[in-house]
């Protein structure tokens, strides 16, 4: 009893582990490990829980000279699977929501993170031309031109990139990327545009911050020079949602912007919902 009672809490910590490890490198840009970790977490959670129904069963055994008492704690055993099951299935959600900022007194309260993404979001507003970028496996961002707004992706950028020469580039107005599960969002170049190396390494710069910090991805607003700052929590089809931050250098949220909690005079707070109804 006392090997099998080592042996679950084990797997108990084991998995803990390695989703926080997992979730920890891939906001430190480590996408091929993280996705070792996290997987390596799922096995450990199945092998939790077979290691937690034998613990049950050698728990109920060890009172076999009383039968009833046996039936009564067999009974009990199914509803405490369960608990365990479920509590397994959102504990990486819970660990996830944690590491990132999904609540915004604690968010506002770090002042480091908050200054960072305060002089990134006065940068892309003095930039101007950058008004998107994404995290992905790598990122996606997206620069307004004379001509009209494209989007790069940084996977197809090769690492000694000649900026001299028009790289892959994509429309936003040909192109659409519905909102929609198991349907690829993934860029389609429609276009070569000569890419500014500034903007490349700002893009480059903001990417990694945004993923340390726990954000999928931040956007200019030209007209109101408001940046967003956004977080998925898609759980299923139409569950779940985003937590957004809006930095405006204006003491004043322009009305289109609606929010649920001033945080300072420039920081603003929303959950929204994935559809809005």
């Known amino acids: 009893m006392k090997k099998i009672t080592i042996f679950t809490f084990l797997t108990l910590v084991l998995f803990l582990s390695a989703t926080k490890m997992g979730i920890e490198l891939n906001q430190n840009g480590f996408s091929y490990a993280s996705f070792c970790f996290i997987t390596a977490s799922h096995i450990l959670k199945l092998v939790f829980l077979v290691a937690l129904v034998w613990f049950m069963y050698k728990g109920v055994s060890l009172f076999d000279e009383t039968i009833v008492l046996q039936i009564f704690l067999g009974i009990l055993c199914f509803p405490f699977f369960f608990i365990s099951c479920a509590g397994t299935l959102i504990s990486g959600r819970e660990i996830l929501n ?89 860029l389609k170049p429609t276009d070569q545009k000569i890419l500014d190396p500034n903007d490349y390494a700002f893009c480059k710069r903001a990417s990694s911050i945004i993923r340390k910090i726990g954000f999928d991805n931040i956007k200019l607003y030209h007209d109101h020079n408001v940046v967003q700052y956004q977080i998925y929590d898609f759980i299923g089809w139409d569950n779940g949602g985003y937590y957004v931050y809006y930095f405006c250098p204006n003491t004043t949220l322009p009305e289109e912007f609606k929010y649920e909690k001033k945080l300072n005079d420039n920081w603003y707070y929303i959950r929204e919902p994935r559809f809005k109804k």
């Open 98 to 186: 944690l590491s990132r900022p999904t609540r915004p007194d604690a968010f506002i309260e770090d002042q480091s993170s908050v200054q960072k993404l305060t002089d990134l979001a006065n940068e892309m507003i003095k930039r101007k031309t950058v008004f998107w970028i994404g995290n992905g496996l790598g990122f996606i961002f997206s620069i307004r031109y004379e001509d009209g707004d494209y989007q790069f992706d940084s996977r197809l950028i090769p690492q000694d990139c000649d900026f001299n020469e028009p790289v892959a580039a994509e429309d936003m107005s040909k192109m659409n990327h519905p909102d929609l599960p198991f349907q690829s969002s993934a």
